[in-house]
């Protein structure tokens, strides 16, 4: 589940990473905050995740498997999770009203964390959003793992039981 709900967005942050350190050059902007001066060095580090994550879920279902129930029960997850962030989650600015969490998690107000987008109804950027990450994201992943990884393990073993190999 967790490689078919970050693959693509974690890589195209490795992209941006790399775009931005090696030559300069700011695909999406989303790892700006990792080259901000003001923000410590130490807080910056914690975010080095986002580098070799993609790359260790990868391994470990080329290594262990992909079952192929990830995605739908990985929709199902982000469907609840983004509407538990929209209901009870801080919308932008947080950093205005004193709070001293961030606001707009997972992006349910808009892309921005400065203020929500206006563009069209709240909810219906909400939906925006779920649609967004199964169709954009999950449904692509999972048919790349579906293609390339082997079958998850406890497959292997129930099918080797069956056949007495």
Same mark, same amino acid.
């Given at each position: 589940?967790?490689?078919? !709900?970050?693959?693509?967005?974690?890589?195209?942050? #490795?992209?941006?990473?790399?775009?931005?350190?090696? #030559?300069?050059?700011?695909? /999406?902007?989303?790892?700006?905050?990792?080259?901000?001066?003001?923000?410590?060095?130490?807080?910056?580090?914690?975010?080095?995740?986002?580098? @070799?994550?993609?790359?260790? &879920?990868?391994?470990? #279902?080329?290594?262990?498997?992909?079952?192929?129930?990830?995605?739908? @029960?990985?929709?199902?997850?982000?469907?609840?999770?983004? !509407?538990?962030?929209?209901?009870? !989650?801080?919308?932008?600015?947080?950093?205005?009203?004193?709070?001293? @969490?961030?606001?707009?998690?997972?992006?349910?107000?808009?892309?921005?964390?400065?203020?929500?987008?206006? /563009?069209?109804?709240?909810?219906? @950027?909400?939906?925006?959003?779920?649609?967004?990450?199964?169709?954009?994201?999950?449904?692509?992943?999972?048919?790349?793992?579906?293609?390339?990884?082997?079958?998850? !393990?406890?497959?292997?073993?129930?099918?080797?039981? &069956? /056949?007495?190999?």
């Amino acid at each position: 589940m967790p490689t078919v !709900g970050i693959l693509l967005p974690q890589m195209l942050w #490795v992209v941006d990473f790399l775009g931005w350190s090696l #030559v300069g050059i700011r695909i /999406t902007g989303m790892t700006a905050y990792m080259f901000n001066s003001t923000i410590p060095l130490f807080v910056r580090g914690l975010s080095s995740f986002h580098g @070799w994550l993609p790359f260790a &879920l990868l391994f470990l #279902v080329w290594r262990l498997g992909y079952d192929r129930r990830a995605c739908l @029960w990985q929709a199902l997850l982000a469907v609840g999770l983004l !509407g538990l962030c929209y209901a009870i !989650g801080p919308d932008p600015p947080a950093s205005a009203r004193g709070q001293a @969490w961030a606001g707009n998690i997972n992006y349910v107000y808009g892309m921005d964390d400065g203020h929500p987008q206006t /563009t069209m109804p709240a909810s219906a @950027w909400l939906l925006l959003m779920i649609a967004t990450n199964v169709v954009a994201f999950y449904i692509p992943t999972h048919l790349f793992l579906r293609h390339f990884a082997p079958s998850a !393990g406890y497959l292997n073993i129930r099918s080797s039981r &069956l /056949t007495g190999s």
